[in-house]
């Protein structure tokens, strides 16, 4: 298609200024018009940058004030949004980590609180009776006996408990290791039940052992597994009146080699049976020597049980008795 400019001699001068007006009219209203055009876009998009920045540094200056629950809500499907993401994924876990760091700083102080607590009555009591001792000469030689067993009574307890606690910090340093030996379950679980008989009959408990005859292999360290299974027998006795029928069982199931330690005695509180694995937590929550025991010996027994590769845990029997379920890998 051809194109020309035609001139028109005979128009008036007047004419082509209309014209020029009205072409440089039109000109600048497009150029005005794309430049608004511009300016909206340019705003449109700034404000897209500059909005999610904005609220990424209100979230970031909250989360440095301490606020860990902050979490940013760009509604964006855009880069930003991953951006968003990794914010909140990132104070989530800063959350979660001061949580955990709290919680064990709780846990620190009342271990302290309870240790405190449970070495200071017999130290008392073992400084009471020896001031007693020296202070009257006159007692009978039957009441310096008796205060004398109290001493020693007081005495064994309190190194009970400092034994105990130098285990539990044992097994929880990174130094600790086990002595594992490829061990046949079966027999090695049948010698550690023989050894409890004679415990369990001068406490006038009943007991049953139902122990698979086929040979099931592990690897075991004898003397912290044969702990396991004490503590649990200590804890047994201790809670439980006489007559209670204790059963110890093995079987196996998905590769694992499964014990069940139980009782029919007076079972454990729904309210402490998430916490029972904790330090210093009793059935009875008592403190005395005759039933409040030091309050470790199953937190040392689950520990025991994972170094193994396996666990230590409480099953569920209702109102009546408790059973602990021992597990370790079988090879």
Do not use: W
């Not at 067993?149 to 130098?166: D, G, K, M, Y």
């Not at 340093?173 to 030996?181: A, N, Q, R, T, Y």
């Not at 009793?282 to 689950?302: P, Q």
């Amino acid at each position: 298609m051809d194109f020309s400019l035609v001139h028109n001699e005979s128009a008036a001068a007047s004419d082509f200024q209309r014209a020029g007006c009205a072409i440089a009219f039109a000109v600048l209203s497009y150029l005005l018009i794309v430049a608004l055009f511009a300016f909206v876009y340019s705003r449109l998009t700034a404000a897209s940058i500059t909005i999610p920045l904005r609220k990424l540094i209100e979230g970031t200056q909250l989360l440095r004030e301490g606020d860990y629950s902050v979490r940013v809500d760009l509604r964006l499907k855009n880069e930003f949004a991953e951006l968003q993401d990794t914010f909140n994924e990132m104070a989530a876990r800063i959350e979660h980590e001061i949580s955990l760091r709290k919680k064990s700083e709780e846990d620190r102080r009342r271990l302290i609180l309870d240790i405190s607590h449970d070495l200071k009555n017999p130290m008392a009591s073992i400084q009471g009776y020896a001031e007693l001792l020296l202070k009257k000469s006159d007692l009978t030689e039957q009441e310096r006996s008796e205060h004398l067993e109290v001493i020693l009574n007081n005495s064994q307890r309190a190194n009970r408990l400092l034994t105990e606690l130098f285990e539990l910090s044992q097994i929880d340093s990174p130094e600790f290791s086990l002595k594992l030996v490829k061990t046949d379950i079966s027999e090695y679980l049948r010698q550690l039940c023989a050894e409890l008989v004679p415990q369990l009959e001068r406490e006038g408990f009943e007991y049953e052992f139902n122990i698979m005859e086929e040979n099931i292999f592990a690897l075991v360290d004898h003397d912290r597994f044969g702990r396991i299974i004490q503590n649990l027998a200590d804890n047994a006795l201790r809670y439980n009146p006489p007559g209670t029928l204790v059963t110890v069982s093995l079987t196996v199931k998905n590769n694992q080699a499964v014990i069940d330690f139980s009782d029919n005695g007076i079972g454990i509180p729904p309210h402490l049976a998430d916490h029972i694995f904790k330090p210093f937590i009793r059935v009875d929550d008592s403190r005395n020597s005759k039933t409040g025991g030091s309050g470790l010996g199953l937190s040392i027994a689950k520990r025991i049980a994972q170094a193994h590769g396996g666990d230590l845990t409480l099953c569920s029997t209702g109102d009546k008795g408790s059973t602990f379920q021992i597990t370790i890998p079988a090879i």
